[in-house]
């Protein structure tokens, strides 16, 4: 009796085929020679090397070449290209070029068969990706931060490329400004986007606008960390609309300290060292429950990269409902692990990111910049007056965004009046260098240092509330506070 060979069980479990679909591509190839308007249809979804089988892809190549050559693409005019590339045979030879549109009566369903074949290959980089980062963290010699920043890069990289947007017929986009512009007819002339808190500010932007990037530069010691912080209170405290804050440069205790000053009106100095009297207590107990329910996020997350920051803004739109983003400050940002030629290259890729962040959200991203030391070595009034060309890497920054404000105090410089002979003791300029929706123009308000606070000039009142009601006109109770003496010009706020 044969001996009985013991029966052999194999584990397939781990064993992985690529995501391929070549019989599709191979209707999609039959297609194109039948269809000389196929690949319009097909062109914008498919490249090469979206195709798995390394002969469909030269033959892809082949009828690419054609068409961008405004040459008829059928059986006989791909059978010619690939012999003038030398692949004919390669491919398999005129066979196999009549074979692959033999079998396909129409090309009807070529665009959704194209987007099979697309999602194959995005499901092939994924793989890929993977691997190599999966090999580079099983190396012990190899820096898990650099990976780190390396996959974010890569893996934003590769989203990027295979994002697509298609066109649409302009009646529903009509439809829609329809509705926006019947929306501003019914507030009577009120806000049509997120109010600042400032009222000639308002007036000139009508609030923040929905998908818009907004600049806001300026020099060392201006305040535009106070300026945004003071719009941060305005937006979330008095307005109750949420919103999330990126600083990049102070940690979160900072930052609250800040908004705390701000809020209850208490030195900034005597928060740091705690020594409050017992009438600032009393306003801390009194007003600190505000700042405690605002609906403010704050990520204190140092070198963070636009990858991150995309990750985490989606987030936060769809479970905390975030209507406005504002970060502090853009060039302390990176696109990590990409290749750059130059630091101006990666500040580009960020704002036009941002830029596009803000349309896909369709939320006001409000976004910190520096400005170059030029303003420096110009005198008078008017020299040291920021410009749009003052913008650290400024060629992107300028072109990607929809606004560009400049915060601008003359006292600084020892400029104490204004050509019209305005007193500027105390006083900031909101300089609004571009507006892509509206005009331009300046906007003076009051600059309350000792507070880290931005106001609206010469009242004692902060600004109006959504149902038009004074907020913050009195304290405890008491009678309005009379203005401050103007604060030092040199405060490093």
Same mark, same amino acid.
């Not at 060979?5 to 019989?23: L, N, V």
């Not at 963070?304 to 409902?321: C, D, H, Q």
């Given at each position: &009796? *044969?001996? /009985? @060979? %013991?029966?052999?069980? !194999?584990?397939?479990?781990?064993?992985? !085929?690529? *995501?391929?679909?070549?019989? !599709?591509?191979?209707?999609?190839?039959? %297609?194109? &020679?039948? +269809?000389?308007?196929?690949?319009?249809i097909v062109s914008e979804i498919l490249k090469p090397e979206t195709f798995y089988e390394p002969r469909n892809q030269k033959i892809y190549r082949a009828i690419q070449t054609l068409s961008m050559n405004e040459n008829p693409v059928d059986i006989m005019t791909v059978i010619e290209e690939l012999k003038h590339e030398g692949t004919l045979e390669d491919?398999?030879? *005129?066979?196999?070029?009549?074979d692959l549109s033999s079998h396909v009566a129409s090309s009807a369903n070529i665009e959704y068969h194209a987007r099979i074949l697309a999602h194959k290959f995005m499901a092939r980089q994924l793989i890929s990706f993977a691997g190599v980062i999966e090999t580079k963290a099983f190396d012990e010699t190899t820096d898990v931060d650099?990976? &780190?920043q390396e996959a974010e890069s890569s893996l934003f990289e590769l989203s990027q490329k295979n994002m697509r947007q298609d066109y649409t017929q302009v009646e529903p986009v009509v439809d829609q400004a329809i509705k926006i512009l019947q929306k501003a007819a019914a507030n009577k002339g009120e806000l049509t986007g997120i109010p600042t808190g400032y009222n000639k500010l308002d007036d000139m932007t009508a609030g923040w606008q929905a998908s818009d990037l907004v600049i806001i530069a300026g020099r060392p010691a201006m305040g535009k960390t106070s300026f945004a912080l003071s719009l941060a209170k305005n937006i979330a405290v008095d307005y109750q609309r949420p919103i999330a804050f990126f600083s990049l440069e102070m940690n979160n205790v900072q930052l609250v300290n800040r908004l705390i000053s701000n809020v209850c009106e208490i030195e900034g100095k005597k928060i740091l060292n705690g020594q409050l009297d017992d009438e600032e207590w009393k306003r801390l107990d009194i007003n600190i429950g505000k700042l405690q329910s605002a609906p403010i996020y704050v990520d +204190?997350? *140092?070198? &963070?990269?636009?990858?991150?920051?995309?990750? @985490? %803004? /989606? /987030?936060?739109?769809?479970?905390? @409902?975030?209507?406005i983003i504002m970060i502090d400050y853009l060039q302390l940002m990176n696109a990590n692990g990409a290749r750059f030629g130059s630091r101006q290259?990666?500040?580009s890729t960020i704002s036009r990111s941002l830029k596009g962040l803000a349309k896909e959200l369709d939320i006001p991203i409000l976004a910190l910049s520096q400005l170059n030391r030029t303003v420096e070595g110009r005198e008078g009034l008017e020299g040291k007056r920021p410009q749009l060309s003052d913008l650290r890497e400024s060629g992107a920054i300028e072109q990607d965004a929809d606004m560009v404000l400049f915060v601008h105090r003359p006292e600084y410089y020892r400029i104490f009046e204004d050509e019209k002979g305005n007193d500027l003791h105390g006083k900031a300029q909101i300089i609004i260098a571009k507006h892509r929706k509206g005009g331009t123009g300046d906007v003076l308000l009051d600059f309350r240092g000792e507070f880290t606070r931005f106001q609206n000039p010469d009242s004692s009142f902060r600004h109006s509330g959504p149902d038009g009601e004074i907020i913050g006109s009195k304290l405890n109770g008491g009678d309005m506070m009379p203005p401050p003496p103007p604060p030092p010009a040199d405060m490093p706020f």
């Open positions: &009796m *044969p001996e /009985r @060979k %013991a029966k052999t069980t !194999i584990d397939t479990s781990y064993g992985h !085929i690529q *995501p391929q679909a070549t019989d !599709i591509e191979r209707v999609v190839l039959g %297609a194109l &020679m039948i +269809d000389k308007d196929a690949f319009s491919v398999g030879g *005129p066979t196999y070029i009549v650099e990976l &780190m +204190d997350t *140092p070198g &963070m990269s636009i990858f991150e920051l995309r990750t @985490k %803004a /989606r /987030r936060l739109v769809r479970e905390k @409902k975030v209507e290259e990666e500040v």
